[in-house]
């Protein structure tokens, strides 16, 4: 659903997760860049049953991430990156 995301001539990063987590769960983003923690989760929008998405500015240089099942359960101990300016889709499996 690009029409969610921002417009224009800035870079932005996007991060798609394709994931259903059931009714009441949240999928969270931490990490580095453009106002990630790894600390603090932020939670990703719904989109739609199992789309989930974060949408950033960011100039130059990659995101690095983690996603989180209700900013508590890590899907993986591997840390993940997005290029700025591009797309990055994930299908995660929580642990």
Known sequence: MDCMLPQGGDSVTIIEVTRDVGFGNTIFIRGAGDGLSWDQGIPMECIGSSSWIWAAHKSAGEIV???????????????????????????????
Not at 67 to 73: G, I, Y
């Open 65 to 95: 991430f983690r996603l989180m099942l209700n900013d508590d359960t890590a899907f993986s101990t591997t840390v993940l990156s997005a290029p700025a300016g591009e797309r990055t889709r994930v299908v995660p499996h929580f642990r």
